[in-house]
Nanobody, 122 residues
Framework: QVQLVESGGGLVQAGGSLRLSCAAS????????MGWYRQAPGKQRELVAS???????NYADSVKGRFTISRDNAKNTVDLQMNSLKPEDTAVYYC????????????????WGQGTQVTVSS
């Protein structure tokens, strides 16, 4: 399968910035969409931002203008630059990727990272 490893979470004051990174590894044939989701305590997991292999992006309304998603197709990585952070951005952030991998034949995959905590203090 394909493994995702996230890094870059932490504690920051409101108005500050953080950058999350996610690296995919395994017998990857190709990755279509990559994205970041988040889950706050007592809430459903929600999409934050996603990006296609062609660079098309999609953002949750709550983060538009503050967050920027980017990816490096050659390195199979995706980053999330988070600026002007608010206390309501506090959550566990998860990386997600879907695409194709090789195991005897070409197969599809959807993988999630283990999550990284982002805490924004007021």
């Amino acid at each position: 399968q394909v493994q995702l490893v996230e890094s870059g979470g932490g504690l920051v004051q409101a108005g500050g910035s953080l950058r999350l990174s996610c690296a995919a590894s395994g017998s990857i044939f190709g990755i279509n969409a990559m994205g970041w989701y988040r889950q706050a305590p007592g809430k459903q997991r929600e999409l934050v931002a996603s990006i296609t292999s062609g660079g098309g992006t999609n953002y949750a309304d709550s983060v538009k203008g503050r967050f920027t998603i980017s990816r490096d197709n050659a390195k199979n990585t995706v980053d999330l630059q988070m600026n002007s952070l608010k206390p309501e951005d506090t959550a566990v952030y998860y990386c997600r990727a879907e695409g194709l991998f090789v195991r005897d034949t070409i197969r599809s995959f959807t993988s999630w990272g283990q999550g990284t905590q982002v805490t924004v203090s007021s």
